[in-house]
């Protein structure tokens, strides 16, 4: 990457594609945000930069890299290799760190990485933050995987009322499809899910919730 495409990163301030970050945390952290963007569309994280947009540099760009491949290698599953570049800038380095979208969907953070029984958390990016996915999104984003079988779809009853319902209401959440069709709360997610992989439905995160919209509206 040259200076100016890193300037004009900075400019454009952080967003669901950008993340600032004055220095580094813990593995865990820096775990989140990584898998959070290969979840998601990709996007840079960029160290050395406050949030203001000011450049405050790294310390030891060496010391940086060995801490985001450790946060790449150890603390998520499957591994992830972003792109990292060193710049200069006013005279300071900074470390720039493009994550891809990942084809191995869910990515998922280990709280600790040397105990069998650690927990596991996938995380994908809603506006400028990272937030914890769902149950749901979860089982969307291993859907979508180039190597997942493909879906056969079949429109019944309850897929064409879920469709009336979202055409007048706009959207639907997994307990309101349930209610509708007098279905458990689990069937309901499972063809909510299929109908996203099928391309007909598309999944919302907020930081709240989930909810399902037609594609398209």
């Known amino acids: 990457m040259f200076p100016d495409r890193l300037k004009e990163l900075i400019l454009e301030g952080e967003s669901s594609t950008i ?3 004055r220095k580094f945390t813990t593995p865990e952290k820096i775990a989140k945000e990584i898998s959070a963007f290969a979840n998601t ?12 947009g000011s450049v405050v540099g790294v310390e030891s760009e060496k010391g940086e890299i060995d801490f985001i491949e450790t ?9 992830i290799e972003p792109d990292i570049d060193i710049i200069e800038l006013e005279g300071k ?9 990942s084809p191995t969907k869910p990515h998922k953070v280990l709280i600790e990485p040397d105990n069998k029984k650690t ?11 990272s937030v914890i996915a769902s149950k749901e999104m ?6 979508l995987n180039t190597d997942s079988p493909p879906v056969k779809l079949i429109i019944g009853e309850k897929e064409q009322r879920l469709f009336a319902y979202l055409e007048s209401h706009k ?11 007098n279905i458990s709360r689990r069937r309901a997610e499972r063809l909510m899910v299929r109908l996203v992989r099928a391309g007909v439905l598309q999944i919302h995160q907020d930081t709240s919730s989930d909810y399902f919209t037609l594609v398209g509206n």
């Open 93 to 101: 380095d900074v470390v720039v760190v493009y994550i891809h979208e």
């Open 71 to 79: 946060a790449c290698n150890i603390y998520i599953v499957p591994p």
């Open 138 to 143: 979860s089982r969307v984003l291993a859907g």
């Open 41 to 52: 569309i990709g996007g840079y994280i960029i160290f050395g930069i406050d949030d203001d």
């Open 171 to 181: 959207r639907a959440t997994v307990l309101e499809f349930a209610n509708l069709t």
């Open 119 to 129: 927990h596991k958390t996938a995380y994908i990016r809603v506006g400028e933050q």
């Open 19 to 21: 993340e600032f970050k």
